[in-house]
Nanobody
Framework: QVQLVESGGGLVQTGGSLRLSCAASGRTFSRYAMGWFRQAPGKERAFVATITSSGGSTYYGNSVKGRFNISRDDAKNTVYLQMNSLKSEDTAVYYC?????????????????WGQGTQVTVSS
């Protein structure tokens, strides 16, 4: 069982930056691929970024590529999402998730554990 707790959300102006954190419980964090998803009001949950269990590979959704960066610190059982050049369309609840696999995972249905989400609001 893995519990995930996101933090770092908030209100930021267009063009600003935020760093989200996701702290995981348990001693097996390093075996899980991790991902970030987001859900805007009235829209489906959408893939943002994923990182392999080793941290050696990452993959991003087209809308955030070049602006967001996912990373992990296994010593701290934490995965991060650095968000730069934020736009109003980035406004959403952001969720982190863990998948019991080594590979990159883009499909939400393949994740085994989810956090409760953190709100990010980008204002112009």
């Amino acid at each position: 069982q893995v519990q995930l707790v996101e933090s770092g959300g908030g209100l930021v102006q267009t063009g600003g930056s935020l760093r989200l954190s996701c702290a995981a419980s348990g001693r097996t964090f390093s075996r899980y691929a991790m991902g970030w998803f987001r859900q805007a009001p009235g829209k489906e949950r959408a893939f943002v970024a994923t990182i392999t269990s080793s941290g050696g590979s990452t993959y991003y959704g087209n809308s955030v590529k070049g602006r967001f960066n996912i990373s992990r610190d296994d010593a701290k059982n934490t995965v991060y999402l650095q968000m730069n050049s934020l736009k109003s369309e980035d406004t959403a609840v952001y969720y982190c998730a863990a998948a019991d696999t080594r590979a990159l995972v883009t499909g939400a249905h393949r994740y085994d554990y989810w956090g409760q989400g953190t709100q990010v609001t980008v204002s112009s």
